[in-house]
């Protein structure tokens, strides 16, 4: 081979590599991106109705309903248990009775016979009879149904059965009477002995004596007497709230 065909051939081989490599894409290239085939995103479809999203509802607490009230003035009638003694009972003794009318409120039993009431005795007075009549004042403190329900209370005395001649003033106190029917007894009484004695002592002039000594005697011995104001048990007081009293449902005082 002479040097100009090896020369052809050289040049032949270069054009055959340039030409295979112009043929090749190069690295930094990259193949055109087929926008159509990526996934878009869903469009709304604005033939559809919208439906406007709606905010958390909490749940309304429930509304509070007042209890009912037993008003001022309710009466109640009540059976004593304990018995009342301006003799013997003082103040700060305990006294207890029962329920003998139910005491309702719009129809509905509220505090039915047989319940409880409780308290305490404030003040007992005992005076001779010139200076007054005995009396006793009570504070009934609560209510005890029979379901074991409790109400405190607030309230009054205002009437008696009139047992023993006892009756009740504007401050609630029950009084008892200023006299007894023994009281005209013991005078005469007093009086006829103070006169049986003058006349055997001095015949008739002394009978005027002695019955004047009677009466006298008879007169100081009722003037420092004292009375009482006696109610047995099983005697009747009638009482009247003086505050309002708020009624729990029974079912809020089981457990």
């Known amino acids: 081979m002479n040097r100009w065909s090896f020369s052809a051939s050289i040049i032949f081989l270069l054009l055959l590599n340039a030409s295979a490599q112009q043929g090749k894409p190069s690295p930094a290239q ?7 085939e990526l996934k878009q995103p869903d469009k709304p479809d604005p033939s559809a109705k919208q439906v406007a999203p709606q905010p958390a509802v909490s749940a309304a607490p429930a509304a509070t309903v007042a209890p009912p009230v037993l008003p001022v003035g309710t009466a109640i009638r009540i059976k004593m ?3 009342l003694y301006t003799g013997s009972t003082k103040a700060g003794s305990v006294f207890s009775g029962r329920v003998l ?13 047989g319940a409880s009431m409780q308290g305490h005795v404030v003040q007992v007075s005992q005076p001779r009879r010139i200076k007054g009549k005995p009396t006793i004042q009570l504070r009934p403190e609560s209510l005890v149904l029979p379901n074991g329900q409790k109400y405190t209370i607030s309230a009054a005395v205002v009437d008696t059965n009139k047992i023993n001649g006892t009756d009740v ?3 609630g106190r029950i009084k008892g009477p200023g006299h007894t029917d023994r009281d005209p007894l013991e005078i005469a009484a007093g009086t006829g ?5 003058g006349g ?3 015949g008739a ?13 008879t007169l100081v011995h009722w003037l420092t007497k004292r009375n009482y104001a006696y109610l047995p048990a099983g005697s009747e007081i009638f009482f009247e709230l003086s505050r309002p009293v708020a009624v729990v449902a029974e079912e809020q005082t089981q457990h």
């Not at 990259?30 to 159509?36: D, G, H, K, S």
């Not at 002995?193 to 004695?197: E, Q, R, S, T, V």
């Open 81 to 83: 248990e304990t018995p």
């Open 205 to 217: 002039k002394g009978s005027l004596i002695g019955a004047g000594i009677g009466a006298g005697g």
């Open 200 to 202: 055997i002592a001095g």
């Open 169 to 171: 003033d504007d401050e």
């Open 193 to 197: 002995a103070g006169a049986i004695i």
């Open 101 to 113: 009318e139910d005491v309702k409120l719009n129809g509905k039993v509220i505090v039915p016979v």
């Open 30 to 36: 990259q193949a055109p991106v087929n926008t159509a």
